[in-house]
Structures are given as structure tokens and as C-alpha cells.
């Protein structure tokens, strides 16, 4: 019977020879990455700028520069154009109006009557406008939600494994979530809440895979007493590795549909899903390996005691 | 472990058929669905306002205009008291949360203090010997006056949006100080979001005819008259103001019923009818100051100033002022659905036109159709037999998923779909983990039955670790998300908590009847 394998059973790749190459590259990507952040920076959709967004289908083919020039002449600030989906969608977006939360509504409503009167036929899909509150809290409260991810993350593993798996994942996640976020600074791609929805998942899918590793490097803790924690790693990333590589992809052909279909926020969504995907995955064996065999080296308690949580299994 | 006592079968199978009765709804067109008799469940998921499109609109009260209006109602209390009593005073005014008044001589403070107390009831009273009074508005009591304030506004806006005809819209409290609404099916909401923007508050008062002409340009009018603008100025023309005076000579809330009319020239007026202690006050002050002129005030500005020229004991009338069909209808509706006790200001929109919803769940129902396919194709290919056994396990956990957001009346939002989307891949996983474990059993030259054993106990530690993880983060989501993004942790929590069920125990149940039945010499996972 056939079966579809990428990687053969039984493989003995060392990945533990490249551990200072994966830190490497990865710390660079992630210095990179938060250079980037500062510098241009990320895109900032209106979630948390705040500002007003319209989404628009003509007639006929969109008018670019008529729109530009009419939009423009309504003294709402520089508005910024996007072609998306077909060529008659238009993405229309504005800053903040400065001047409160009166002066938002005010925006839309201007936009609004010029395009159902100036661009007869205009069909208004959709309109989001969010004033400096919300915005400001949004923002705080996605900040809040990432910070209390990690700590919640770096207390659940701790308390399930041992310390150093704890602090591998999570400064894991920590490179993780840097290279996402340079990866939305480079694809110019929207920073709005579906984003950091998508980081969570990321942060999630990635913790994921850490903790099938780790689970494996724990029962190889117990089963090879005097094998070398460095052998032993290798070992364990070779067991998993068909695992890994299969939910991988089911994980990317699930999303990937999504990406190609969907529209909007939500293809932006899942195309940075598939980026994580890709970074959550190969972190694993690059990084969250290597932190640990640093961290472990001669520490990691062997069999003998196995924590009470090792026993709890069925 | 492979071994499944009858109680167990038929719970497993219990799950799944009440799961598919649920669930089933959700497919049919709501035609068919609304011929399914009532005695039957037939709940469907609610769509989130991105996929059925409709309008999403946060109102935050203006707190401070209601502090400054309460305590501006004290300010006017003691210039009354005092001017009553003969007191001279110097800086009256509102300073911080606190009315302020300072008394010339303070040895009168003794006699008037009762009547400024009055004046200051609910609030911190206070009076220094150097005369200075103040009457202070402290945190319970704002407390209470913006709750007392959100409670009627709520009432208020339920009565205007349903003025408009939307149909189940959604009104709540967020907050101390917040109102959203989320309006199903309406594409502009730009009626109701007039309808917001006003207070509404009208009152029917007296012009101050003293006032001179030249009084009204430098807005020298006395203390007792306020300075209002016309609501409409005339083509071309300057706005007029009026002094009008603060004593009421009926209010809004004496109002009973208003509608838009065409009066007898064909215009478009507002007719209303008093109940009947306005009809009688109304009647009692037309009666005795015909030739005079009174004004209809709407938040503060003047929509007309006729002359009386009769008693009006009709317990109702008219207000004509340049209305079009629109603004007699709104008008009318504002004055039926009662005054705001605050200003409500639109501080975040989202609107999505019922187009833009249909063609997401469009692509969503494909992208989920294509996803399904990729990922069963894919573990067929990978794992033969275990591979089907997982993708009906798939299968049964998106039905599940839908049952339970169908019977708990979730809302499904486009994030959502992506949610479910992600449980695909991430449910199969659990299946990926077990049968990775049986092969490595089996290799190890365990028994069929002895490694399938051992591949669920074993796995079954890092799939709840793995799982356990996310669901973190997803209630992380959900508490500090909003909207379409909360659908996105709820689908994949209950996705994966169906998962455990499916993934798990329903696929292993299939296995021991496939056992049972071939009972196979070697596994070929």
C-alpha cells in the first residue's frame, strides 16, 4: 500500500550540529525584524490608528485618479487608495480627522454622499470608522493580550515540564512573534485585530509543536538515562518529525485555501498564518532545541523521579 | 483500551446524532428550515453583522455634559435663592465638580443656607466663613447619575431604532458609559445615526420680548433668558437669535404622541397632542399672554417662534419650521421616543453592506469545502485506513462544532470561519500524533492491539498538552477581543474540544470495530 511520506522512517539527521547557525540566523531575522518595527514601521490598519475605511464598487472599472482627486478636493487629508479583489473594488481609507469624534462620523458621511452622488451606481460594501478612543484602547488591550499570552504560556509549560522547557518556549515564541511582525513591516500587509489574532494563533500553533517535542525529549529523559542530552534531543526531533511535517501540512493546506479565496482582512490573515506555520514549525527544531540543550545541559532531572504530572497520564 | 462497554457505544453514537440534528439546519435554505415542525430542534448558527451585513455603532455618553448641566441647574438654583432673599454674590459659576458661589456678606449665610441646601440636595454641601459656598458632586453620586443616565438612554434608543424599522437589533450596555448597537441588515445607517446624534430634549417657552435688538447682537440678554439660534436659517439670509426665556412653559416629556403632517398649504409640520397636564399648562399660558410670542426648543435651538394668537386648550397643536418629509418624520420620531438624558457621540462604526456578507460566506463555505478536501485527501495518502478513520472523525468534528454553536446561539463571524478552517488542520493533528505513536509500536513489534493501545494512551498526554495551550490563548482572545475576533476563539475552542472527542474516543471506537471484525495479524498504519 502506498503512503505518502516527506522525510523516511527512522531518519538520524543532527540537528543539533547546526544549533549556534539556527540561534544565529534566527537572532539576525529577529534583530532585523525589530529594526523594521522602528523603522519604517508597522502598517497600522484603522484599529488601532483610528481613522475611517470604505470599501467601494463602482460601475464600471474604478476611476483611480478621479476618485483620488475628488476625495482629496474634500479637505478630509490625503485619502490612500487600494485596488483589491476586482477592478472595480476600491479601498478607500483616511486618517483620524483631527477635531473628536464628531469629526469622524462628519468624514464618513462626506465620503459617503460624494461617492453616491459624484460616482452614480457606487455601491457602498462596507465602512469602518474609529475614533481616537477606541482606538487607543484596542491597542492596549491587544498589547495586554500578547503580554498575558506569553506569561500564560511560560507558566503552563514550566508547571507541566520543567523550567528550562519553559523558558525555551517561550523565548521561542518571543523570536517567533519578532519575525511576524517583520514580516508584516516588509509585505506591507494591514496591522489591524485580525492580526494580532493571527500572532496569537501563531503563538499557539508554535507552542503547539514545542510541546510534541518536548513531550518526546521528557519520555527519552526517562527511557535513556545516560544518553547524551545533545544525542538524545536529535533523537527525539527525529521521532517527530514525520508528525510534525504531516499536522504542518494539513495545517497549511487547511489555511492555504483560505488565502487563495478569501479577500480582505481575512486573506491577509491567513497568508501570515501560513508564514507562522513555516516559523512555528522549523522554531521548533532550531530553536526551542538548541535553548534547551543550553539550558539542560547536566540539569535536566533524569528518570529516577519523573514529575507527578508524567504520571498522571492514563 | 480498545475494548467499549454498550453503555459507552450508545453515548458515542448519541453524541453524534444529536450532533447532526443540530447541526443539519444550518445547510438547508431557511425555506425548507422554516417548514421543519416547531417540536423538532431546529436552531441555526446566527450569522455575525460581517457576513449578514448590517451596521455596528459604539455611542459613548458625554459624562461631562451631563455633570456640567446638573450643575449648571444648581448655579441657576442659587442666583434664585439668592436674589429671593435679597444676597448679594460675586463668582457664581462651576469650578472642577462643584457649583461655587460666594457670598458678599457672610454673616447672611446663616439665612439663606437652608435654601441653598435645597438647591444642592445629592451633592457635597459646603460653606467657608469667608462666605464661599460650594455644593460638590462626588463619585457615587456621578456614579449614580450616569448609571441612572445609561439605564433611560438605553430605553430612549431602543425606541428610536425601533422607530426605523430594523429588525432584532442588538442594544446593550457596555461599560459605565457606553451604548452599542449592532443593527442587523442595515446597510446605511446614516438615519440612525441621526437619530443618535440628538438629545431631543424640547421645550415650549416664552420669547422675552424686552430683549432689544441691539441686547441680541452683543449677547447682552439677562440671566433669566438664554441666547438660541434658529435651528434653520432662512436661504440666504443671517441666522436670527432669540432670547428665550430658561423658565419652561411645557416640556418634551409632556408630550404624548407626534407625527409628520402636511398643513393646509402643504407643508410639512409636526403635529403633536400634550397629555394632559401639558394640555392644561398649555392652555392655562396661551390663555393669558395672546399676543405674545413662545418658542419650541430643541436642544437648545429655536425651530419656531409664533405668535400666540388664541388659547390653545386643545391639548395639541403643530410645529411648523421649513421641514422636509425627512426631517418631520425624524422630528416626529425624536419627540415619540422621548429626550436623551445625555449627549451620545459615535465613536466607532463598522459597516458591512449585505453584498460584501454574502460573497464572504461564499468564499468562506468554499474555502472550507477545499480545505476539508486537501486535508482528508492528504491523510488518506498519508496514513491509508487511519487516514480515513481520521477524516470522518474531521467531519463529525465540524458538525459537532456547528451543533454546539447552533444550540448555544454563538454567532458565526468570518474570523469564525477561519477558526474552523484552522481546527481542520489543527484537529487532525491529534490523529497525526496517534497514529505516528501506532507506528512506532508496531515497529517496535508490538501486537496490533498492544500498539494501538499504547499509541492512544501515549499520545493521548501530548495532544491534551498541545491543546490545553491554545485554549489558553484563545480565551486570552476572547476576553480582550472584540466581535468578529471573539468568534474566531470560540469556534476553535469548541473545535478543539470537540476534537478530544472526536479525534479521540469516536476513532477509536472505529478502530475496534474494524479490530474486532478483521481481526488484522499486523498493522499497516
Redesign the interface.
Known amino acids: ?5 516527506f522525510v523516511p ?1 527512522n531518519t538520524k539527521i543532527k540537528f543539533m550540529r547546526g544549533r549556534f547557525l539556527g540561534l544565529l540566523v534566527s537572532a539576525v531575522l529577529s534583530t532585523a525584524s525589530v529594526i523594521l518595527f522602528f523603522y519604517p514601521g508597522l502598517n497600522y490598519g484603522i484599529d488601532f490608528k483610528g481613522g475611517i475605511s470604505i ?1 467601494a ?1 463602482t460601475q464600471g472599472p474604478a476611476d483611480f485618479s478621479a476618485l483620488r482627486s475628488k476625495i482629496n478636493g474634500l479637505g478630509l487629508g490625503e485619502a490612500q487608495l487600494q485596488s483589491f479583489g476586482s477592478d472595480r473594488d476600491v479601498l478607500i481609507r483616511l486618517e483620524r480627522q483631527p477635531g ?3 469629526a ?2 462628519n468624514a ?2 462626506a465620503v ?1 454622499g460624494l461617492l453616491t452622488k459624484s460616482f452614480p451606481g457606487t ?9 481616537a ?2 482606538s487607543g484602547e ?1 491597542f492596549q ?2 498589547m ?2 500578547l503580554g ?2 506569553l506569561v ?2 511560560l507558566a ?2 514550566a508547571f ?1 515540564f520543567e523550567w528550562q522547557f519553559g523558558v525555551g518556549a517561550v523565548v521561542t515564541l518571543i523570536l517567533d512573534v519578532t519575525k511576524t511582525v517583520g514580516f508584516f513591516v516588509i509585505t506591507g500587509l494591514q496591522f489591524n ?2 492580526s ?2 493571527a500572532i ?2 501563531i ?3 508554535s ?2 509543536d514545542k ?2 517535542v518536548y ?2 525529549v521528557r ?1 527519552n529523559l526517562r527511557k535513556y538515562k545516560s544518553m547524551p542530552l545533545r544525542e538524545l534531543i536529535d533523537l527525539s526531533i527525529n ?2 518529525l ?2 510534525t511535517i ?2 504542518s ?10 488565502a ?4 480582505g ?2 486573506k491577509e ?2 497568508i501570515v ?1 501560513l508564514f507562522g506555520i513555516v516559523i512555528g514549525t522549523s522554531s521548533s527544531i532550531f530553536i526551542a532545541a538548541p535553548i534547551l540543550l543550553f539550558l539542560g545541559e547536566n540539569r535536566l532531572r533524569r528518570g529516577g523521579k519523573p514529575k507527578a504530572v508524567a504520571n498522571a ?2 | 483500551m480498545m475494548y467499549f462497554a454498550r453503555w459507552q457505544v450508545v453515548l458515542i453514537l448519541a453524541v453524534l446524532t444529536l450532533g447532526t440534528i443540530f447541526a443539519i439546519p444550518n445547510l438547508l435554505p431557511s425555506r425548507i428550515n422554516q417548514t421543519i415542525p416547531s417540536w423538532l430542534p431546529h436552531p441555526t448558527v446566527s450569522l455575525g453583522l460581517d457576513l449578514q451585513g448590517g451596521s455596528y455603532l459604539l455611542l459613548q455618553a458625554d459624562s461631562e455634559s451631563l455633570v456640567h448641566e446638573r450643575l449648571q441647574t444648581v448655579v441657576d438654583d442659587f442666583r434664585a435663592a439668592l436674589r429671593t432673599a435679597r444676597v448679594g454674590y460675586s463668582g457664581i459659576g462651576i469650578q472642577g465638580h462643584a457649583a461655587v458661589v460666594k457670598l458678599l456678606d457672610p454673616t447672611k449665610l446663616d439665612s439663606v443656607r437652608p435654601a441653598l441646601e435645597a438647591a444642592a440636595k445629592d451633592l457635597d454641601f459646603s460653606a467657608a466663613p469667608d462666605g464661599t459656598v460650594s455644593a460638590a458632586l462626588n463619585d457615587q453620586a456621578l456614579q449614580t447619575m450616569v448609571r441612572t443616565a445609561m439605564t433611560n438612554s438605553i430605553e430612549v434608543v431602543r425606541r428610536r431604532v425601533d422607530a426605523t424599522g430594523t429588525v432584532e437589533p442588538v442594544i446593550q450596555l457596555q461599560g459605565a458609559d457606553r451604548i452599542l448597537l449592532e443593527l442587523p441588515g442595515l446597510s446605511d445607517p446614516e438615519q440612525v445615526k441621526a437619530l443618535m446624534g440628538k438629545t431631543a430634549k424640547m421645550t415650549f417657552r416664552f420669547v422675552d420680548e424686552s430683549v432689544t435688538q441691539e441686547q441680541l447682537q452683543t449677547g447682552n440678554v439677562p440671566p433669566t433668558d438664554d441666547l438660541l439660534p434658529l435651528a434653520s436659517a432662512p436661504v440666504g439670509g443671517e441666522r436670527p437669535a432669540y432670547a428665550v426665556q430658561k423658565r419652561v412653559m411645557v416640556s418634551g416629556e409632556n408630550l404624548k404622541s407626534a407625527s409628520p403632517t402636511k398643513d393646509q398649504n402643504g407643508e410639512w409640520v409636526v403635529s403633536f397632542s400634550f397629555d394632559s397636564t401639558g394640555g392644561n399648562r398649555f392652555c392655562d399660558a396661551t390663555k393669558t399672554n395672546v399676543g405674545h410670542l413662545f418658542a419650541i426648543v430643541l436642544d437648545n435651538k429655536v425651530i419656531s417662534a409664533p405668535v400666540i394668537r388664541d388659547a390653545i386648550c386643545g391639548g395639541s397643536g403643530q410645529i411648523s419650521g421649513n421641514f422636509t418629509a425627512q426631517s418631520a418624520t425624524e422630528l416626529a420620531v425624536l419627540l415619540n421616543s422621548g429626550a436623551l438624558p445625555v449627549q451620545l457621540k459615535i465613536i466607532e462604526e463598522r459597516t458591512v453592506g449585505p453584498d460584501l456578507g454574502a460573497d464572504s460566506i461564499r468564499a468562506g463555505v468554499y474555502a472550507c469545502l477545499i480545505g476539508f478536501v486537501l486535508v482528508t485527501v492528504y491523510m488518506v495518502l498519508a496514513y491509508g485506513l487511519f487516514g480515513i478513520f481520521a477524516d470522518i472523525a474531521l467531519l463529525f468534528n465540524l458538525i459537532l462544532t456547528m451543533a454546539i454553536l447552533s444550540v448555544f446561539g454563538a454567532t458565526l463571524t468570518l474570523p469564525g470561519i477561519a477558526g474552523m478552517l484552522l481546527t481542520l488542520g489543527m484537529s487532525v493533528d491529534a490523529n497525526v500524533l496517534i497514529n505516528e505513536r501506532i507506528r512506532e509500536e508496531t515497529k517496535l513489534g508490538r501486537s496490533p492491539v498492544a500498539a494501538l493501545d499504547a499509541g492512544f494512551r501515549r499520545a493521548f498526554g501530548t495532544i491534551f498538552d498541545a491543546n490545553a495551550t491554545t485554549i489558553i490563548k484563545m480565551f486570552i482572545l476572547y476576553a480582550l477581543g472584540t466581535g468578529p475576533v471573539k468568534g474566531f476563539a470560540v469556534t476553535i475552542t469548541i473545535g478543539i474540544l470537540t476534537s478530544m472527542f472526536t479525534a479521540i474516543v469516536f476513532v477509536r471506537w472505529l478502530i475496534s470495530l474494524w479490530l474486532r471484525r478483521r481481526r488484522p495479524k499486523a498493522l499497516r498504519v
Open positions: 500500500m502506498f503512503r505518502l511520506r522512517d470599501e464598487r473628536g469624534e464628531e469622524q462620523q464618513v458621511e459617503r455601491e457602498i460594501r462596507s465602512v469602518e470608522a474609529v475614533g478612543t477606541v484596542l488591550s491587544g495586554l493580550a498575558l499570552a500564560a504560556m503552563y509549560i507541566r485585530l485580525t494580532l489574532a496569537l494563533t503563538m499557539g500553533y507552542i503547539n510541546v510534541v513531550d518526546r519520555e521521532e517527530t514525520n508528525r504531516n499536522t501540512f494539513t495545517t497549511f493546506l487547511a489555511t492555504i485555501a483560505l487563495v479565496i478569501a479577500t482582512a481575512v490573515f491567513a498564518i497520564r492514563p
